[in-house]
Each structure stands twice: as structure tokens, then as C-alpha cells.
């Protein structure tokens, strides 16, 4: 059955390998990034339950014990991961449900290209940088963001231009693809719908 209690974990950019026995709420604090690997699946049942709280200020990577991707936790978010199959080694295997505490607010006074850590944050751009800037979001090719993954825009002040590179952004309701201009007090979700394509909404959005 499920092991009852808590452990908690100091991040240092390094490896924890959860297993049948490691307890039911996995805490991670500290300021740098983990790994954490979930359970061989077969040495649980269906129905098993994990929960991982990143209270770090580092990003927590959640694997699979096959070595894939399940889940990118950005700081002060929780999630549940849940076996709903216990054979295969992928993130098939695994039910995800996130929470953040927050939206976390990263904020740019430059030209800025968004990176993993970026998924479920808004980057601000602030009343004190009074000059056009251009905000990116990354190819999958380079941050290979999982499908659902939101980012918000918040404009403060003149012009942010809203591009990706290489892959597709597309504006919900009028379908155009390509870069986006988001006005001073604009605001703008942009949501990952594919592999390679994003769609975006928001007011103040051209």
C-alpha cells in the first residue's frame, strides 16, 4: 500500500529515484533544479498515488522510470501523479493533476526568449522599461514544452511583439498565424495545442 508521510528533499541538481516504498508526498525546497523518477509501474497497483510539492525556486523534472518526460514543475506548484497502468515505462502510465499557488511572474526588460521554466508563469514586461521589446517563445526543437503548457504576456508599458520561433502561433478566432502585437495594459495567454503549434488570445492582441 501507499507509505504514509513525507520526505522532504533539498535540490542539487541531481537524481531522486522514488520506488514503492518512498513515502506518499514528495517536498522538494533549495534553490536549484531535480530530476525525479517515478516508480517501475509494475511494483505498484493502479490507483497508486504520488504527490510532488516544488517548493524550490529551481524547476523539478518528473520522469518516468523509462526516462520520459511526465512532468516539468515550475517553483511553487504541486502535482499528483497516479498509476493508471502498471506495465510499460513511458509517461502513458501515469495520470497527471497540477496546481501552482500562484501564476509566478518572471519579469524582462529586454529582448527575451522563453525557457522550460517559463510553463505556467506570465513574463511581465514593466512600467520602468519604456521601450518596444519582442518576446519569443521557444521551438520545440530547443524547449520541448509538453502539449498544454501555458505562458501569459502581461505589457505594462509602449509595445510587446509576441513571435515563436520556427514553429506555429496562431490567434484564436481569426485562425492568422505569425507574430502578435500586445499594447500597453495588454494581456495574452499563449497555450501549446501541438507539437509545434501554439494558439494565442488575449486583449490589447493584434
Known amino acids: 500500500g501507499v507509505a504514509p508521510g513525507y520526505t522532504t528533499t533539498a535540490t542539487a541538481a541531481g537524481t531522486t529515484t522514488l520506488t514503492v516504498a518512498s513515502t ?3 517536498f522538494f525546497t533549495g534553490s536549484t533544479t531535480q530530476t525525479v523518477v517515478l516508480p517501475v509501474t509494475s511494483t505498484l497497483t493502479t490507483g497508486f498515488p504520488f504527490t510532488v510539492v516544488n517548493n524550490s525556486t529551481g524547476v523539478v523534472t518528473v520522469n518516468s522510470s523509462g526516462g520520459n518526460n511526465v512532468l516539468v514543475m515550475g517553483p511553487q506548484s504541486t502535482a499528483q501523479f ?18 501552482y499557488a500562484n501564476v509566478p511572474q518572471n519579469s524582462q526588460s529586454a529582448a527575451y526568449t522563453t525557457v522550460l521554466s517559463d510553463s505556467g508563469k506570465h513574463i511581465l514586461h514593466p512600467t520602468a522599461d519604456n521601450n518596444a521589446r519582442t518576446f519569443t517563445i521557444d521551438s520545440n526543437a530547443n524547449v520541448p514544452y509538453l502539449i498544454g503548457t501555458t505562458i501569459t504576456f502581461y505589457n505594462q508599458i509602449n509595445t510587446v511583439t509576441i513571435s515563436i520561433t520556427s514553429d506555429t502561433l496562431t490567434l484564436a478566432g481569426a485562425g492568422s498565424t505569425g507574430s502578435r502585437s500586445l499594447a500597453a495594459s495588454g494581456i495574452a495567454t499563449a497555450m501549446k495545442v501541438g507539437a509545434t503549434s501554439w494558439v494565442i488570445s488575449g486583449v490589447g492582441l493584434t
Open 82 to 99: 497516479t498509476c493508471i497502468l502498471t506495465s510499460g515505462t513511458t509517461a502513458a502510465s501515469w495520470s497527471v493533476q497540477t496546481t
Open 24 to 26: 506518499q508526498f514528495q
